[in-house]
């Protein structure tokens, strides 16, 4: 099984600043198959990014992705007060498995 | 409107059964592969299992801790996926999502509003 760690577990930021979040594999993740989330609290997760760094439709531009093999990285550019959320990376690689989150707080 | 519905979630006594299911509308459920994501009460996202699409084989896959328990099926003349689950035990507690991709495989785009499963004495 791929197990996923994200870092940091918590980030407090402010409205405008830059947000980078972590997303390590503990075996490579093939052709990119890594996706990031948002979850609010009561709330079912949105799809922010596919294929590690791929926006579907109706996603703001702030969020980006990167990265490959065992590393990879959300980054949300310049941060809103609706960004304050859990965010999940998941790989599908090899099964599924989603890391344990980072949640972001907006000052 | 692309929709996923769960229901059939409630208390339950460990060692008993429960059936979930997740109605869909509004795509082509019959090439979809369905899958079931749970998330504990304060904790982070787990997937379940996935049942691929009757094209691609209808073949279905667990996570490690639900294997031999659950099962996942699905009835395309109905767009409804279920998810039966024997044998439950206290930390199947968790809020049940069904969820679906499709714009790259298993990055799912498509959730349900999920369905709350209490296993408890």
């Known amino acids: 099984e791929i197990v996923l760690t994200q870092s940091p577990g918590t980030l407090s930021l402010s409205p405008g600043e830059r947000a980078t979040l972590s997303c390590r594999a503990s075996q490579s993740v093939s052709s990119n198959y890594l996706a990031w989330y948002q979850q609010k609290p009561g709330q079912a997760p949105r799809l922010l990014i596919y294929?590690?760094?791929s926006r579907p439709a109706g996603i703001p531009d702030r969020f980006s992705g990167s990265g490959s093999g065992t590393d990879f990285t959300l980054t949300i550019s310049r941060l809103e007060p609706e960004d304050s959320a859990v965010y999940y990376c998941q790989q599908y690689h090899n099964s599924r498995t989603f890391g344990q989150g980072t949640k972001v707080e907006i000052k | 409107e692309v929709q996923l519905v769960e229901s059939g979630g409630g208390l339950v006594k460990p060692g008993g059964s429960l059936r979930l299911s997740c109605a869909a509308s509004?795509?082509?459920?019959?090439?979809?592969?369905m899958n079931w994501v749970r998330q504990a009460p304060g904790k982070g996202l787990e997937w379940v299992g996935r049942?691929?699409?009757?094209?691609?084989?209808?073949?279905?896959d667990y996570t490690a801790p639900v294997k031999g328990r659950f099962t996942i099926s699905r009835d395309d003349s109905k767009t409804t996926l279920y998810l039966q689950m024997n044998s439950l035990k206290t930390e199947d507690t968790a809020v049940y999502f069904c969820a679906s991709g499709t714009y790259h495989y298993d990055a799912f785009d498509i959730w349900g509003q999920g369905t709350m499963v209490t296993v408890s004495s």
């Open positions: 049942v691929k699409s009757k094209t691609d084989g209808g073949t279905t």
């Open positions: 509004g795509y082509t459920f019959t090439n979809a592969w």
């Open positions: 294929g590690a760094s």
